[in-house]
Structure formats: C-alpha cells, structure tokens
C-alpha cells in the first residue's frame, strides 16, 4: 500500500515524493485513515515508529479544504522544546504550499515574539503545556475553534507533572472536536484522561513493549569506577558513527561530555541546567555533524529525533524496561541498522533480568579486556540465552553493521517520520 491510497491532495502527495517516502509505516496505515474519517483515536507507539507523520499529515489534509484561515483549527501539545521545534519544522514542509500557517510555542524564549507571530495569525499551533496555558490565561491566544486536538506522548507529559495544566487547556477548548492521544506506554494517568477526553475512539497499539527489531542489543559488566575509560575505549575502538549516551543525571551528563571533550572527543550535553539557546546550539550542532556524541539524561533527550544515529550508549542503566526502549529507539530508524550498548553493574541485577525477558534472546554479553567487572560472576545471568563476545569479534559485528547501515543512509528521515521507501 502507498500514500496514493488515503487520496491525499495533490500538494502533499507531492511534498512525500520529493522526499522519496511511498510506503506507510505500520501506525501510519492504521492511524491515518481513522483521522481522516474524524474519528478519535489512541495510538500506542514508540518514538520512531512515524507517529509524527500519522496524524500531521491527515490534519493538513483536514485543514487544506477549510476556506478560512488564520484561525486556529489544529492544537497540538507536546511534553518538550524539542519535540515541538521539530513537528512544527515537519509541518512547515508542507504548509507553505497548502497556504497554512503553522506557530510554535514554548517556554525559555521571548514571548512576544511569539505573540506576534500569533496574531499575523496561525491555523496550526504546536505548543507546550506551560507557556500555551500562560498565552491562553492572558488571552494572548483563542483556542475557541480548535476541531483537532492532539495530545504528543501523553506518558512523558504525565511524567513532567503536566497533567493539571493540559486538563485547564482542555477546558478551553470548544466541546465538539476530534481528539488524537499519542503514547508509547499506557500508565494509569494516562488510561484515566483518555477516559474523559475521548469519544468512541479507535485505539491502535504497534508493539509498545518490544524494542526495534534492527538494533542489535549488547550489554558491558563493569564496575562503576571503570566506567568512563571504558566508554573512551569502545567510542576510539568501535569507530562509531553519531552516538547518543545517557547517563542518569543531569550533572554526570555534564560532567561526563567535559571528560570526553579533554580527551579529544567531539562532544556536547544536553541536561536541565541549559538555556533553551544553549540546549538549541547542542541539539543543532549534534543535527548538523558538529558534535558527534551527545551527551544526555532521559527528560532532556526527549524528543530527539536526528537521523543516522549509529549507537545509543547507556552509560547508567534505565529505570524500567520502557525507558530502555524509549533510549534504544533513537537508533536503528527509518530501515536502518543501529546499535544499543548498555554498561551493567552489580546493582543493575534485577533490571538486567528484566531486559533479557524484554529483549527475548536478542541480548548479547561483550568483554573488553581490562574491564571485566571484579564482583559479577556470569551465574548473575545463566538463566538467560546469551552469547558472549571478545572485542575481536565487537569489531568484525560493528563493520558489518556500518556497512550495511552506510547504503541505507540516505533513505533515512530527519524526523520521528519513519517511512520506508
């Protein structure tokens, strides 16, 4: 099935093919043609599953045929900065040739610059929740024709304490509308505003709990201290490509890209303590080749989408199973190889039982020399199917990988996108 069949116009079928995109992903097929129909709707999926493109494309199909404009039809809300920049950057794709006129708002920045950009007027407006509700109090924005509302990885919103601001937005909004709920996990909060903000709705689910299938998924035993000269190692030997590593927090994110700088390494952070300028220069420098490893905590790399990432590196190790799939999914998009490497201590035991279960003999133990870890015995682990490498055969797995990941490149998207050509 192509992008032909959902009978979109002819500006954005062609906006698709100048970026070489004909196949729907998965959620795509599932998801466009329900909102097309103005049905509500609840997706269940990973970042990097083309989400993104599933509801903004049948939206600017909806508001193509309005004859109005200027007005704000379409509300879409996001847990970050970054997310927001980067759907409203998607939609500009395909906005200027539809004559529609898309703003995006959020905190850290000048407000009135953004009010002006308002009232020039907007029928698409990608915000966060905190600056969107002091806009809409000081009725700097009218929300009182919004027909689609859609709610952008509902779980993290809801692990950043938004939810009291999104329920005062919602009551600003017009009663009848089509509401779309985005999220990669279901926790109970979210269960519970779905409840009372969706009607008859159409709920999708594509393979929320199981991580990509092209990342392949190795894990390190090491002792905490031995931890940086470990990842110096693996990031001078493996000869990785754009990598992304996460630590657990903000300040160890910091600390750790400084470390890595001194030592030659081309480098940026990305963690709580920034200015949005700054967190803006680190994104766009990671995006652009500038720095070729990011440095990260899970809250701050939220909504990173940069294409061609060749390793997710868990410098800690995540807190649940869906924070490793939310971190592995940066790699391995839009058809292409990736590789996931996790660096385990003897305090991770639990977590690691769990992942084997999650991952369902794809995990693969691996040993550098020297940084064997003194008290984790392989009994920790027997009972799962795991196969253990020397940094001989590290190397051969990772040229093969960029080999086949180099003929693949171009086909990757920029974006949480997600088609395959």
Known sequence: MSFTNFNFNDHILQGLQSQGYVSPTPIQLQAIQPILDGRDLLGLAQTGTGKTAAFTLPILQHLSAEHSRGIIK????????????????YIEKFSKSLKLRCSVIYGGVSREAQIKKLRQGADIVVACPGRLLDLANDREINLSKVA????????????????????????????????LVFSATMPKEVRSLVEGLLVN??????????????????????????????LRTILKAEHVGTTLVFT????????????????????????????????????EGFKSGTYKILVATDIAARGIDVAGISHVINYDMPGTAAAYTHRTGRTGRASQSGEALTFTT????????????????????????????????????????????TVANVN??????????????NRAAAFDFGFSS
């Open 74 to 89: 379409s509300l879409i809300i996001s847990p970050t900065r970054e997310l927001a920049e980067q759907t409203y950057t």
């Open 148 to 179: 689609i509302l859609v709610l952008d990885e509902a779980d993290q919103m809801v692990d950043k304490g938004f939810l009291p601001d999104i329920r005062k937005i919602i009551q600003k909004l017009p009663q009848k509308r089509q509401s």
């Open 201 to 230: 709705h159409v709920e999708i689910a594509i393979n929320i709990t199981k991580p990509i299938t092209n990342i392949q998924h190795s894990f390190y035993r090491v002792d905490n201290r031995n931890k940086s000269s470990l």
């Open 248 to 283: 657990r927090t903000k300040y160890k994110a910091r600390n750790l890209a400084l470390q890595l700088a001194k030592n030659g390494f081309k480098v940026t952070s990305l963690q709580g303590n920034l200015s949005q300028q700054q967190r803006q220069r680190a994104l």
């Open 346 to 389: 003897a305090e991770d035991r639990q977590m690691i039982k769990n992942l084997e279960r999650t991952l369902e003999g794809k995990l693969v133990y691996r040993n550098l020399p020297g940084f064997a870890a003194q008290n984790f015995s392989t009994s920790d682990t027997a009972d799962a199917a795991v196969e253990h490498k």
């Open 396 to 409: 051969r797995t990772h040229r093969k990988v960029r080999g086949k990941r180099s003929s693949q490149r």
